[in-house]
């Protein structure tokens, strides 16, 4: 998908428009509205929109490799998870005393496995600084790791979809068993308090929803300044033609990396920000199905938009919000029908599809009048 550049400040200028509005105007209509009134906005709604934004988040990170340089992974919920794993353990630490078992050091669930002192994993974790540092590293990390040797080896396509698929399914059956000291099958949840502050507060949940919009706004500048930079045009170029761009003397494989790792730090983040609104993280988290629609919210909005995944991600699940609760048992069938819908009918997806309709007329006019002339 090509762009005029005034047409991109463009797009970008309506988004951050867009998301400063929402950033603004639900709070004040979940604070100033009354209970009763049309208008007011409540807090579980607040906390479902602050859900949303973080699976916006997450897309939008799954575009800047997909969308940007043909990575297609099927593992960013690993990231994501991973993010939000390492917030949960902030949180427990914070729980203390006030757990069914009131041990003021282990978590209520190594004190039911009896484990007499802290994994050294969870050391550190008492610190929120130290926390919010591993939510970035340790996805960021896994994706270093991961694409070095991934990249060097000259792993891509299909083969890579399946590495990265295969990736986040062992990480699942991993933090799936008691003794990696990370919750079992239950997780951690029954979280008190986040930087003093209770949880299940108003205001608290309020704060995380403007955190959340303002994670987007960030990860959404950071990635636009990536793709728009000589380092984009690489990435475009590795895309479209990986082995003409290696020919022409580019390190490929650096490039890969980098986005890779930025892109999992993003996920992170989105994982984190997750957590304290939904009130639990679990191995499901890391679920091979979680990253699969990852991809299709990409899909939908429009890969290679940065604001296309955004809408998608919202989109598809406010409509799974919808129908699973209306419609429970159709839910899967509708969002695969979805999935083959925009592969048949929008290629491009909504925003894609919408810029070329739109820019077309655009191109054909330039195009006329610099014949004229």
Not at 101 to 108: E, G, Q, R, S, T
Not at 138 to 166: D, E, K, N
Not at 251 to 269: D, P, Q
Request: net charge positive; aromatic share 14%.
């Amino acid at each position: 998908m090509s762009f005029s550049f005034l047409q991109k400040d463009r797009l970008a200028i309506v988004f951050m428009a867009i998301l400063a509005g929402f950033g603004v105007i639900v709070p004040l209509l979940n604070l100033l509205m009354p209970e009763g009134s049309f208008f007011h906005i409540p807090t579980y709604a607040v906390s479902l929109l602050g859900k949303y934004i973080c699976f916006a988040i997450l897309a939008l990170s799954l575009d800047l490799v997909w969308g940007f340089c043909g990575i297609l992974s099927l593992g960013h919920g690993a990231f994501f998870a991973l993010g939000g794993y390492a917030m949960g353990m902030y949180l427990m630490r914070q729980i203390g005393a006030r757990g069914v078992y009131a041990n003021p050091v282990l978590p209520d669930f190594m004190v039911f496995l009896n484990m007499k002192e802290l994994p050294l994993p969870w050391y550190g974790f008492s610190s929120f600084s130290y926390a919010m540092l591993m939510v970035f590293l340790v996805p960021g990390l896994l994706a270093f790791v991961f694409g070095w040797f991934a990249f060097r080896s000259r792993v891509s396509g299909v083969y890579l979809s399946i590495i990265t698929q295969a990736m986040t399914f062992a990480m699942m059956l991993a933090f799936f068993r008691n003794d990696m000291g990370f919750g079992g099958n239950n997780g951690l949840t029954d979280f008190k308090d986040i930087l003093g502050f209770s949880v299940q507060a108003s205001g608290t949940r309020l704060t995380l929803y403007m955190l959340s919009i303002l994670a987007l706004g960030g990860c959404y500048l950071v990635a636009r300044m990536m793709v728009q930079s000589a380092y984009g045009r690489v990435l475009i170029a590795i895309r479209d033609a990986e082995s003409r761009t290696r020919f022409l003397g580019y390190r490929v494989e650096h490039f890969k990396v980098l986005a890779f790792t930025v892109s999992a730090c993003m996920a992170g983040l989105a994982g984190a920000l997750y957590v304290p609104q939904v009130g639990i993280i679990n191995p499901s988290e890391f679920a091979p199905g979680n990253s699969i629609e990852a991809v299709i919210w990409v899909a939908v909005g429009g890969r290679g938009t940065l604001v296309g995944p955004v809408l998608g991600a919202v989109l598809v699940n406010f409509a799974k919000t919808w129908l699973t609760g209306a419609l429970a048992e159709f839910w899967l069938f509708a969002l695969g029908a979805l999935f083959i819908g925009v592969t048949l009918f929008l290629p491009k997806g909504i925003i894609g599809t919408l810029s070329e309709k739109f820019s077309k007329p655009k191109a054909e006019a330039d195009v006329a009048e610099e014949v004229r002339s």
